[in-house]
């Protein structure tokens, strides 16, 4: 079958020969100089690894008395009162973990902490700059070869290549999804009796969803299930620098997944390199080898080669409709933010692990957590367990997480931050506008509750109680959430008379759903049920010359009228604006039962 791959390439041998012969001989000096410097290390090297879940008990135990750290590195150095040698930890989020260590100082624990600025050098361990003239020589033959298409043979796999134990049982929800993959299981477990049969199985499947909602994880619960390994790639690392590289990984990973076989080939990202091929500049060009050449795999590997492709995005606009053709990705999946079951499913599996107090209801929580996806729920748990730890809970209780959920959506409270009056009235005013405009649109959810304490990047923080799941938003409800969005601009304006930047991100998203609402969702009257979006210039001109003017006609007549009548709104109903902000001002944050009675 692969002839080709046999091919002499006699003016290319000598040369090659030669390269061979002088990387040997650098690797060589490099293994032995490695070889002395761990020699030289060994005292160090010894077990000096303290885990961060370790790390966390010594501390809440009262049991460390120094802790070393370096602006700008999640490396520290921890020493224990009762063992001699000092240990290294990695931290995940350095933010929390000196919150948590303030915290104990605070409560009396003599911790010395000792804070290193940024230093370059220190940044650089010892062995790499006594080998920093043997990497430039190795790095430079490596150019070389690759630059002369010799490195095609040499062993440059970044790709994983292992059995993994996830099965379906670890992916929560998603019951169809999974119903629709396990027929490609068990043909990866027995392909014979599939074959004998006469029946197709795809080659390739596209998995499409947002980041975090599990694509990577039900594509490795497949491998799990069938047992086979999983090789995976993520298509941003298939673009490189020297022409043709991306070309040749792919030839590589499909080599590899041939001798694997039975296997599962994950290609993560594939729009950096399955996207449309348009022009011929540049990086483009680079593009359309690697995808041809991935076209070319998928065509040559026939179905008794038991090799699955499996392939997500989060765009799934932007790809080359060759890659949909039938024998390439011709199934397509697409794996949707979960719903309220699929929520509280993820719930239960990520809390397995964890001790969640009896007052907590999962349930409520997966209410509360409309539009979340997989990862984002999961990541909620995990910063519980750390707020528990720092409030010295026995176990997770409901107020952790709902104040991890907040963490999550808006970043973390900093009381600290010193705030002048004039700062303060801006935002109340602002959260107010919000809070209160949205009071009067119909279609618009209730205020669960109104901050002015900041969080993450935000000065304040107005929080709605979740929507239901919806499969469908009405146009009424959109133009409702612009006016929502613009109500804490409208506020500031009416108020203070003056604007400030502490709208910004609302007016992006106000903008970026005008814009899909225009060219999208066809909602506009004058441009009709048109999708513009992702079009090539030629297609746009198809719609007349002036199609851009008109689409950006239509999104500020959108804004503009939402605007207005946020406004509107607030002047009709200035009382409430005035004494929501005030309270605001006073007691600086406002629950959903207060805020209620403010409408009584
Ligand atoms: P994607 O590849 O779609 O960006 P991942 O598969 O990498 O998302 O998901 C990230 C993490 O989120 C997973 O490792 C898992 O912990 C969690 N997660 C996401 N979806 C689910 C799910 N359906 N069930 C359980 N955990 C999930
Ligand atoms: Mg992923
Ligand atoms: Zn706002």
Same mark, same amino acid.
């Not at 885990?51 to 135990?61: F, R």
């Not at 397509?332 to 239960?348: A, H, S, V």
């Not at 003017?549 to 605007?563: P, S, T």
């Given at each position: 079958?692969?002839?080709?791959?046999?091919?002499?390439? @006699?003016?290319?041998?000598?040369?090659?020969?030669?390269?061979?012969?002088?990387?040997?001989?650098?690797?060589?000096?490099?293994?032995?100089?490695?070889?002395?410097?761990?020699?030289?290390?060994?005292?160090?090297?010894?077990?000096?690894?303290?885990?961060?879940?370790?790390?966390?008990?010594?501390?809440?135990?009262?049991?460390?008395?120094?802790?070393?750290?370096?602006?700008?590195?999640?490396?520290?150095?921890?020493?224990?009162?009762?063992?001699?040698?000092?240990?290294?930890?990695?931290? #995940?989020?350095?933010?929390?973990?000196?919150?948590?260590?303030?915290? +104990?100082?605070?409560?009396? $624990?003599?911790?010395?902490? $000792?804070?290193?600025?940024?230093?370059?050098?220190?940044?650089?361990?010892?062995?790499?700059?006594?080998?920093?003239?043997?990497?430039?020589?190795?790095?430079?033959?490596?150019?070389?070869?690759?630059?002369?298409?010799?490195?095609?043979?040499?062993?440059?796999? !970044?790709?994983?290549?292992?059995?993994?134990?996830?099965?379906?049982?670890?992916?929560?929800?998603? @019951?169809?999804?999974?119903?629709?993959?396990?027929?490609?299981?068990?043909?990866?477990?027995? #392909?014979?009796?599939?074959?004998?049969?006469?029946?197709?199985?795809?080659?390739?499947?596209?998995?499409?969803?947002? #980041?975090?909602?599990? +694509?990577?994880?039900?594509?490795?619960?497949?491998?799990?299930?069938?047992?086979?390994?999983?090789?995976?790639?993520?298509?941003?690392?298939?673009?490189?620098?020297?022409?043709?590289?991306?070309?040749?990984?792919?030839?590589?990973?499909?080599? &590899?997944?041939?001798?694997?076989?039975?296997?599962?080939?994950?290609?993560?990202?594939?729009?950096?390199?399955?996207?449309?091929?348009?022009?011929?500049?540049?990086?483009?060009?680079?593009?359309?080898?690697?995808?041809?050449?991935?076209?070319?795999?998928? @065509?040559?590997?026939?179905?008794?080669?038991?090799?699955?492709?499996?392939?997500?995005? $989060?765009?799934?606009?932007?790809? *080359?409709? =060759?890659?949909?053709?039938?024998?390439?990705?011709?199934?397509?999946?697409?794996?949707?933010?979960?719903?309220?079951?699929?929520?509280?499913?993820?719930?239960?599996?990520?809390?397995? *692990? &964890?001790?969640?107090?009896?007052?907590?209801?999962?349930?409520?929580?997966?209410?509360?957590?409309?539009?979340?996806?997989?990862?984002?729920?999961? $990541?909620?748990?995990?910063?519980?367990?750390?707020?528990?730890?720092?409030?010295? %809970? *026995?176990?997770?209780?409901?107020?952790?997480?709902?104040? =991890?959920?907040?963490?999550?959506?808006?970043?973390?409270?900093?009381?600290?931050?010193?705030?002048?009056?004039?700062?303060?009235?801006?935002?109340? /005013? %602002?959260?107010?506008? %919000? =809070?209160?405009?949205?009071?009067?649109?119909?279609?618009?959810?209730?205020? &669960?509750?109104?901050?002015?304490? #900041?969080?993450?990047?935000?000065?304040?923080?107005?929080?709605?109680?979740?929507?239901?799941?919806? /499969? /469908?938003?009405?146009?009424?409800?959109?133009?409702?959430?612009?006016?929502?969005?613009?109500?804490?601009?409208?506020?500031?304006?009416?108020?203070? !008379?003056?604007?400030?930047?502490?709208?910004?991100?609302?007016?992006?998203?106000?903008?970026?759903?005008?814009?899909?609402?225009?060219?999208?969702?066809?909602?506009?009257?004058?441009?009709?049920?048109?999708?513009?979006?992702?079009?090539?210039?030629?297609?746009?001109?198809?719609?007349?010359?002036?199609?851009? @003017?008109?689409?950006?006609?239509?999104? &500020?007549?959108?804004?503009?009228?939402? /605007?207005?009548?946020?406004?509107?709104?607030?002047?009709?109903?200035?009382? +409430?604006?005035?004494?929501?902000?005030?309270?605001?001002?006073?007691?600086?944050?406002?629950?959903?039962?207060?805020?209620?009675?403010?409408?009584?």
């Amino acid at each position: 079958m692969s002839s080709k791959k046999d091919k002499p390439r @006699d003016k290319k041998e000598n040369q090659k020969i030669w390269l061979i012969i002088i990387l040997s001989i650098v690797l060589i000096a490099l293994i032995i100089g490695l070889g002395i410097f761990y020699v030289n290390n060994k005292e160090k090297e010894d077990e000096n690894t303290l885990s961060y879940t370790d790390l966390i008990k010594e501390l809440s135990d009262g049991n460390i008395e120094k802790i070393e750290m370096t602006v700008g590195s999640t490396t520290l150095k921890v020493k224990q009162k009762d063992v001699e040698e000092e240990k290294t930890t990695i931290v #995940p989020n350095t933010e929390s973990f000196m919150e948590l260590v303030q915290q +104990k100082v605070a409560e009396g $624990n003599e911790i010395d902490l $000792n804070q290193k600025p940024k230093s370059f050098l220190s940044q650089i361990p010892s062995f790499v700059i006594s080998f920093l003239p043997t990497a430039i020589m190795l790095a430079l033959f490596i150019m070389i070869f690759k630059m002369q298409g010799l490195g095609e043979k040499g062993k440059v796999y !970044d790709d994983t290549e292992r059995k993994t134990k996830i099965k379906f049982d670890d992916v929560a929800g998603l @019951d169809e999804e999974k119903e629709e993959l396990v027929e490609i299981v068990e043909f990866l477990k027995k #392909p014979e009796k599939f074959t004998k049969m006469g029946a197709k199985i795809p080659k390739g499947v596209l998995l499409y969803g947002k #980041p975090g909602t599990g +694509k990577t994880l039900i594509a490795k619960a497949i491998a799990g299930e069938a047992d086979v390994p999983f090789i995976s790639m993520s298509g941003s690392e298939f673009i490189e620098m020297f022409a043709g590289l991306g070309a040749s990984r792919v030839r590589k990973l499909f080599e &590899k997944a041939r001798k694997l076989s039975p296997c599962i080939v994950f290609i993560d990202e594939i729009d950096a390199i399955g996207s449309r091929r348009t022009s011929n500049s540049g990086a483009e060009t680079e593009n359309n080898q690697t995808l041809n050449q991935l076209l070319v795999e998928m @065509d040559g590997f026939s179905s008794e080669e038991t090799i699955i492709v499996l392939a997500a995005t $989060n765009r799934p606009e932007m790809l *080359d409709k =060759a890659l949909l053709r039938p024998g390439r990705f011709d199934r397509q999946i697409t794996i949707p933010t979960p719903d309220l079951n699929g929520r509280l499913e993820i719930l239960k599996i990520h809390s397995k *692990d &964890k001790r969640i107090s009896e007052d907590v209801n999962l349930e409520s929580i997966a209410e509360d957590t409309a539009g979340f996806t997989g990862a984002e729920l999961a $990541n909620i748990l995990n910063e519980a367990a750390i707020i528990a730890t720092k409030r010295k %809970h *026995d176990d997770i209780e409901k107020d952790d997480i709902e104040e =991890a959920v907040k963490k999550v959506t808006v970043g973390l409270e900093k009381r600290a931050r010193v705030i002048s009056e004039k700062d303060k009235k801006l935002t109340a /005013y %602002h959260e107010a506008g %919000h =809070a209160v405009v949205s009071k009067y649109l119909p279609t618009q959810t209730d205020v &669960k509750e109104v901050s002015i304490i #900041p969080r993450g990047v935000a000065g304040g923080y107005t929080m709605y109680k979740s929507d239901e799941d919806k /499969y /469908y938003i009405s146009k009424t409800e959109m133009k409702e959430k612009l006016v929502a969005l613009l109500g804490g601009r409208a506020a500031e304006k009416l108020v203070l !008379d003056d604007i400030s930047t502490g709208a910004s991100n609302d007016i992006e998203v106000a903008t970026k759903i005008a814009r899909d609402m225009v060219t999208k969702y066809g909602m506009s009257d004058n441009l009709g049920p048109i999708d513009f979006q992702g079009k090539e210039p030629y297609e746009m001109q198809l719609f007349g010359e002036n199609i851009g @003017d008109k689409i950006g006609q239509e999104v &500020k007549e959108l804004i503009d009228n939402a /605007y207005k009548e946020a406004q509107n709104l607030l002047k009709e109903h200035r009382d +409430k604006l005035d004494k929501i902000a005030e309270t605001l001002l006073q007691k600086e944050k406002i629950n959903e039962e207060d805020f209620k009675k403010f409408f009584e």
